[in-house]
C-alpha cells in the first residue's frame, strides 16, 4: 500500500517538475536573450569565463552587460532598430607560446553609413562594443576593406563582430 | 552703391575662402609634422621643414598621443586616415625615437619604466638602440633590393622596443589602418612591437645572443608588415611559414627556426595548412616546404610570386584568402604543382636530398614513423596497422626492417583512395634508392630487401580532398578501411585524444589507439562505438584542439581513461578502495537520518 503510494507521488513529482521546465523554456515577450562574443562571433548564451555578453530584446535598446547585471529597458523610438556589436583584433600565432584570440578595439570611432552618407560615428567603449539606434534600412558599419554590410530592423537588434585588425604574434 | 557693395562682398568672400584652409591646416600640419607623417613633394618637405629629424632626437611621445586624441574630430580626413596608426600604437613611457641610418624605421623607446631596454654587455641603451635601428636597415636591404619585394605602407615604418618576455613573445606586428595604392588594393598599414634587448631567459641568451634573436625576429615581423601591405587577407599558416623560412634566408648563421620542425615532423598526418601552433608544428614548423619550393624553382622569387598574386587577389567576403589555391595555380604555371611539390618535399624529409644549406641538413629531425614492421608478412592484421587515414596535403612514414622472417623480395600492395601517392624508399647504408608503383599497378617491388638497412614507404595525400584511406601489405592481400572509416592502431583516429595531447604519436594516445585495436575493433558492441565516436568526435576534436583550456580539461578527464586502460589491475583496485570509503559513510548517513 505504501509502495504504491509512494509510487504515485513519484510519477506526481515527476509530472509537476516535467511540466515546470517545459513552462520554464517558453521564454516570456519581456525576457532578454543574451549573446556573447567567442572570439569570432557571437554565440547564444552567457560566456563561461564571466565576461560581457550583449542583452537583447525585441523593442528594446540592446544593453552590454556583464552576467548578472541589473539591466533597465530602454524602448527604442518608433521605427528604429539597433546594431550592436564589438570591433576586435584578431590575434595568431605564438613562437614561445600560444598567441590565437582576438584583442578588443577600444575607443575605436566607427562610421555607420547609408550609401555615400555617413550616418552616424559611434565610439567602442573599453571592452570593444558598441551600440547605435537607427532607422530600418541597410547600413555599412565600419570602412576600408574590413567593413561589412548589415540589416537594421524596426525593433530588432542586430549582432556584428567587425573584425578591424589582425596581430601576428610571435 | 550697389557694385561697390557687390564687390566688397566679393572680396570678403575671397578673403574667407582663402583663410579657411589656413585655418584647418596649422593644427593638421602639427600633428603630422610631431609624428614625423608629413606629407607633400620633396620639395614642399624641404620649404616646409624646420626641424629635420637626426638619428638621437628625443620626442616625448605619450602626451602627443593624448592631445591627438583630444583633437582628433578637429582634424582633416586625410589627416586622420594617416594618424590613426598613432592612436592604436602603444605608449611609452619618456618615448624617445631613432630615425634609422637610411630613413626607413623610427625606432621608439622608453626612457624610463619597465620598457626601458637593459641590453647585454657590451651595449649601452644607444648603442642598442642603433644596433636595432641598423638590423632593420640591413633587412629592408635584403627584402627590397636583394629579393625584389614591395615594401609596406608608411615611411618611416615604426617599430616599438617594449618589454614582451613576460608575454613571452619576441615580437609581434599588428595592421593599422587600410591603405592602398595601385596593384594593392588590400593593403594595410602595420606596426611592430619587439623585446626591448632579448636579454631574458627565455630567449636563450646562452644559444643565440641578443644581436642573434633581434636579428631573426627582425627578417621575420618585417615580412608580416610586407604581408599587410601586399594584402590583409593573408592566410595565417603561409604567413607564419614564409616569415619562419627568411629568418635564415636572411641570417643564415641562427638557425633557431630547426627548433620549430620537431613537432611538424611529429605531425606530418596533419594537413599543411593548420593553423599556426608550436604544438602541432602548424604555420612556423612549415617553412621547410618553402625551401623546397625555392630549391626546386630556382630560388625565392617562387614564394615572392605568391605573395604578389595575393596582392590582386580579392577576399570572399571579410574572411582571410586561402594560399593553397594561389601555390597550386602558380606551381602549375611553372610546369610543376601542389602535388608534385608537396610529394617531393615529403620525400626530402626521409632522403635529406636538400640542396642548399647543406651544412644544416643534420639540424632537420627525422620525420616520425607512424609504424614500425620487424615481422613478416605485414597485413590488415598487423600490430600496428598498416594503414592510415589523411586529410589534404598530409602524409605519413612506415618502416620495414628486415629480419628472419622477412622476404627476399618486399612486394607491397596498395589500396588507397584516389588522391593517395606512395614512394618506397630503399636504403642500404647511406645509399637511397626509391620505387614507385608501375603505372595501372597497385604494387611496389623492392628487390634484395634482405640486404637492405631498411624500406621506408611514403603515403601522402597530395590533394585538398580530407580524409583519405592508404592502407598497404607485404603479402598481396588488400588493406581495407575498417567499418569505423578508421586507420587502424597507426593511423588516424582517437580525434579527441590526439587533439587533447597535441600528437597522434603521443605516449597517452597510442595507448588508446591499441585498446581500440586490440578490445574494440575485435567485437561488434566495440565497433559500434568506434563508428559512433568516429562520426561525432571530429567536430568536438577540432574545437577542443583550438582552445587550450579545453585541452587541459580533455587530458584531465581522459587520464583516468588512459590509467584504466594502461593499469586495468591498478584502476579496479583504486575504484575498490573509492567504494570501500563510499559504502560505509553512506550506511553512517542513513542511520543518522533514521535517527533524526
Known sequence: ???????????????????????????????????????????????????RAVAVRDGV????????????????????G???GICYIQSAGGKLTGGAGYLAAPAMRLPISS????????????????????????????????????????????????????RMVD | MTMAFTRL????????????????????????????????SALEKAILSTTAETAGAIQCGTPLKHELSRDWSLLEPATRKTLAKQLAAPALTGEATLLSSGGHFLIHYATSGSDVPTPAAGYTVPSWVQAVADTFESVYATYMTADGYHPPPGTPYHIYLRSLAALKIYGQTTSTSSSPSPGFTNAYGSYIEIDK????????????????????????????????????????????????????????????????????????????????????GGGYGRWLFNRHLAEAHGGQSIVRSFWERLATTAPAGQGDIPMIPIIDTLLQASGSSLSTDFLGYAGKLYTGAWSTHQPEIPLIPAAAMTGTFTSYPVAGTSTPSPSVILPHYSFAFFRMVPSATSPATLTITLTADTGISAVAFSKTGNSINSFTAGVGSSQITIPGFGATTEVVLLLANTTGSDNLFAGFSSDGSQVTRTPSGGGGGGGGGCFIATAAYGSYLHPQVRVLREFRDHYLLTNAPGRAFVEFYYRFSPPLADFIARHETLRWAARLILTPVVMAVAHPAAMAAALMMAAGLYIPLRRRHRTMVQTV
Not at chain 1, 552590454?64 to 527604442?76: N, S, T, Y
Open chain 1, 61 to 80: 535598446r540592446p544593453v552590454v552587460a556583464l552576467p548578472g547585471a541589473r539591466i533597465e529597458a530602454v524602448a527604442l523610438p518608433a521605427g528604429t
Open chain 2, 9 to 40: 562682398a566679393v572680396a570678403f568672400a575671397c578673403v574667407l575662402g582663402l583663410s579657411l584652409p589656413g585655418a584647418a591646416g596649422p593644427l593638421d600640419d602639427y600633428y603630422l609634422a610631431a609624428f614625423n607623417e608629413q606629407g607633400g
Open chain 2, 197 to 280: 634587448d632579448f636579454t631574458s631567459p627565455i630567449f636563450h641568451p646562452q644559444v643565440y645572443t641578443p644581436l642573434q634573436s633581434l636579428q631573426i625576429t627582425a627578417a621575420h615581423e618585417y615580412h608580416h608588415a610586407i604581408q599587410y601591405g601586399y594584402n590583409f587577407f593573408f592566410d595565417i599558416w603561409y604567413a607564419e611559414a614564409t616569415s619562419t623560412w627568411y629568418e635564415d634566408e636572411v641570417y643564415d648563421n641562427v638557425n633557431q627556426l630547426y627548433a620549430y620542425l620537431d613537432a611538424a615532423l611529429l605531425n606530418t598526418n596533419l594537413s599543411i595548412d593548420i593553423a599556426p601552433s608550436i604544438t602541432t
Open chain 1, 115 to 166: 550609401g555615400t552618407n555617413v550616418v552616424t560615428t559611434v565610439q567602442t567603449d573599453e571592452q570593444g562594443y558598441f551600440i547605435a539606434v537607427l532607422p530600418a534600412g541597410r547600413y555599412v558599419v565600419g570602412e576600408g576593406p574590413l567593413a561589412r554590410n548589415v540589416r537594421v530592423e524596426s525593433d530588432q537588434t542586430s549582432l556584428i563582430a567587425l573584425r578591424v585588425g589582425k
Open chain 1, 1 to 51: 500500500m505504501a509502495a504504491g503510494f509512494n509510487l504515485i507521488l513519484a510519477v506526481v513529482v515527476c509530472l509537476f517538475l516535467g511540466g515546470a521546465a517545459v513552462a520554464a523554456a517558453k521564454r516570456p515577450n519581456g525576457a532578454w536573450n543574451y549573446y556573447h562574443f567567442d572570439g569570432s562571433r557571437f554565440v547564444a548564451g552567457l560566456a563561461a569565463d564571466g565576461k
Open chain 1, 82 to 84: 539597433a546594431v550592436a
